[in-house]
């Protein structure tokens, strides 16, 4: 779902609560389709972590710098394939809707203040295992470390919207709505791995390593006279087709970039080392007491560092997620039934298969159940909730990863999302 200008069911019909999924950009639905008020401000904010491998207990530990027990990297490992992925984000976001003429209820604008973070990855088996338990488990073996990849994104968007209602008939109506952002981009680093490998000596008297790999990463020495690194400009647009008991929509959201100023710096690591009299143990402990043939193994990467580097503008493509969904109403028991795809292109997500059941308990509480599979993790189950109190203020919150969560040292997704909103 998105908190753009999206044109969502959960206003045009108002009993009833259609629930979707996330792969996710961002939560809930603000448009005030059909409504007899001027404003709505809507404050809401969500965060998410999946994987198809990293279990919610490694993740939680090793960004809260806890130690990571063997237990711990056992239930990773078990997870593993040749290829693995996960991702993470966290966003929040104000926003205003309203009727730029008060005479044409079809018409609405919005505008929005929005703060981002992305974080995503892939890597194979060897590189989880060579990372985190070192590479004395490869005593005598050559660990595949090829096709590696990072992303990192942090930015800020300002966005400006509109969307218009079509009449096509009495019970067939067309919703369009689109809006452009500008985004102010903070940070970002990105990692292209290309073939890597590591033998390791069974005596542990040398070590072969072939690596190659591009970084690109913004200005973190803030040289320029500006605190801004990048600019950029990003899209969405909005198509829904309703009928009396089904709607229709579809959605391509954030499509855009950011380009980043001239002192960003791309690292081109095209490297053979030969690393010889190294005690087999954690080739992550690097210090001057490691030496290679007599120089500094930290040395030889600064050297590989600063001949490679360029400082250099640099574009990237935003997460952009494109979706559609079916939408059936029984209003006759207030409940209605969702199935829809999406996908997360420029990262490493797969296509996503969800669906939900929501139903109207009284005037005042909603309730949902999503179920998903596919993006990072094989399977998602989650719970939602909308309570609408006096004076036309509503809540919503949720999570897609109740059972993930819940199943905390297996389950491999969590996130939540709330939504508070108020109309004039």
């Not at 609405?108 to 060579?130: C, H, P």
Request: glycine share 8%.
């Amino acid at each position: 779902m998105s908190v753009k200008l999206k044109l969502l069911p959960a206003f045009l019909l108002c009993n009833l609560f259609i629930a979707s999924a996330q792969t996710d950009l961002s939560t809930g639905s603000h448009f005030m389709k059909d409504s007899l008020q001027n404003f709505l401000f809507t404050l809401r904010g969500n965060y998410f972590f999946s994987s198809g491998a990293i279990t919610n207990e490694f993740a939680t530990d090793y960004y809260r710098g806890k130690f990571l027990s063997d237990d711990i990297k056992d239930g990773v490992s078990d997870n593993l394939t040749s290829i693995n992925s996960f991702a993470g984000e966290a966003n929040w976001e104000a926003s205003l809707t309203f009727h730029p003429d008060t005479n044409n209820r079809k018409v609405e604008a919005f505008i929005a203040y929005r703060n981002r973070s992305f974080s995503g990855a892939k890597f194979s088996k060897d590189f989880f295992n060579l990372f985190f338990r070192g590479n004395k488990m490869f005593a005598g073996k050559t660990a595949d470390l090829s096709d590696f990849g990072f992303q990192q994104y942090s930015y800020r968007q300002i966005v400006f919207g509109i969307g218009n209602r079509f009449s096509l008939s009495e019970n067939k109506k067309l919703y369009i709505g689109a809006d452009i952002a500008i985004n102010q981009g903070l940070k970002f680093l990105k990692v292209d791995g290309g073939p890597a490998t590591l033998y390791t000596d069974p005596g542990g008297e040398y070590i072969d390593a072939d690596l190659h790999a591009t970084i690109l990463t913004d200005d973190s020495a803030a040289q320029h006279p500006s605190r801004l690194d990048g600019s950029g400009y990003s899209g969405d647009i909005y198509i829904e087709y309703e009928t009396e008991n089904s709607l229709l929509s579809f959605s391509a959201e954030n499509f855009g970039s950011i380009q980043w100023n001239k002192w960003s710096t791309k690292v081109s690591l095209d490297s053979t080392f030969h690393f010889e009299g190294i005690d087999v143990k954690d080739i992550f402990e690097i210090g001057d007491s490691i030496k290679v043939t007599g120089v500094a193994l930290d040395s030889v990467f600064y050297i590989n560092y600063v001949r490679n580097k360029s400082e250099q503008r640099v574009t990237t493509r935003l997460p952009m997620k494109i979706s559609g969904s079916y939408t059936l109403l029984l209003n006759e028991i207030n409940v209605s039934t969702t199935f829809g795809i999406d996908v997360l292109l420029n990262t490493y997500s797969s296509v996503r298969y969800f669906g939900g059941i929501n139903y109207k308990l009284n005037r005042a509480n909603r309730v949902g159940i999503i179920l998903a599979s596919g993006g990072y993790t094989a399977f998602q189950a989650g719970l939602s909730f909308i309570h609408f109190f006096p004076w036309r203020l509503k809540l919503e919150l949720g999570s897609n990863s109740i059972y993930p969560m819940i199943t905390y040292k297996s389950g491999k997704s969590q996130g939540a999302y709330l939504s508070l909103s108020k109309s004039f």
